[in-house]
């Protein structure tokens, strides 16, 4: 049998190592990659529309082959809880990291309505719409007026309303490089409103919008006293009539406590004492006669 040379036996061993190195590195991957989907991927229930805020009841996890993992592929539920779509997710889909979004916004424009709120549209002009001051953000009183057979009526409906859109504007002008005659140009264009008001709300604002009925803005200050909310009752032409008659008639004195009356003194009734006369007693009437004796006179009874 012929002997290897040194150098036939250090190719071999060399040719070895090689085979022994990529068996354990082909290893080692195939357990990697096991082990990256051993939890599972997250993938949707059901077909998950665009702009819609995923819940833990969307998803599940599903055990994947290792070649079927797409690249961003969430593999932790909780990750995609409270998130929102970007765009249509189909059943059984890997939910990525390019599906999803965290800001609302990036859902769109119902991603900007606050969760307990409908977005509604009121149409306005210079007048009812503050003069087409008004941008997102804002927030805004509603006055109702209603046209009925005794006369117009008006109250403030809502209060607090969020600003939501102006025209189709769902974001706040910078205002920088913004020319001031180009700024009151386009507030004299505005024509809808879009505000954030609860269901109810918003059924009662639509009604105020039939025929015979009018909705007026009020823009509230930036930083309003507490929650900025007043009583005001329902307003009509006689509760105006009656502030002009208060403001031009002759100003009253202030009306001040009257001491309470003294009372009259009245001496305590003491009932009279009925006094008893004395009993006089008649005596019987004796008949005289003058006896003249002298210059003397005397009575002498006669028996």
Do not use: C, W
């Not at 879009?194 to 509230?220: E, I, Y």
């Amino acid at each position: 049998m012929a002997k290897l040379s040194s150098k036939g036996l250090m190719g071999i061993a060399t040719v070895l190592s090689l085979v022994v190195a990529g068996l354990v590195y082909n290893y080692l991957n195939d357990v990697q990659q096991t082990a990256k989907v051993e939890g599972g991927v997250v993938v949707a229930k059901a077909d998950i529309a665009p702009n819609t805020r995923i819940t833990a009841e969307m998803v599940e996890l599903v055990k994947v082959d290792s070649n079927s993992l797409q690249a961003g592929a969430k593999t932790d539920i909780a990750s995609v809880v409270g998130v929102y779509a970007k765009q249509p997710i189909g059943a059984q889909a890997q939910i990525t990291d390019q599906m999803i979004s965290g800001d609302p916004r990036n859902a769109g424009f119902a991603g900007i309505i606050p969760q307990d709120k409908r977005a509604i549209s009121i149409p306005v002009d210079d007048v009812t719409g503050v003069a087409g001051l008004l941008k997102p953000g804002d927030y805004v009183d509603i006055i109702v007026t209603v046209d009925q057979e005794s006369g117009p009526l008006a109250t403030m409906s809502m209060q607090n309303v969020l600003v939501l859109a102006t025209n189709k504007n769902v974001e706040q002008a910078s205002g920088q490089g913004e020319d001031k005659g180009a700024a009151v140009k386009n507030a004299e264009k505005l024509s809808t409103v879009t505000v954030a008001l609860t269901p109810n709300d918003a059924t009662s604002l639509a009604l105020a919008q039939v025929k015979g009925s009018s909705v007026r803005l009020a823009l509230r200050p930036f930083t309003p006293l507490g929650d900025g909310s007043v009583q005001v009752g329902v307003k009509d032409m006689s509760s105006l009539v009656a502030g002009v008659y208060t403001l031009t008639s002759a100003p009253q004195t202030p009306k001040h406590s009257e001491p309470a009356p003294k009372e009259e003194y009245k001496p305590e009734y003491i009932p009279p004492v009925k006094v008893e006369q004395p009993v006089q007693v008649q005596t019987p009437k004796v008949r005289t006669v003058a006896v003249i004796k002298g210059t003397a006179s005397q009575d002498v009874p006669i028996e």
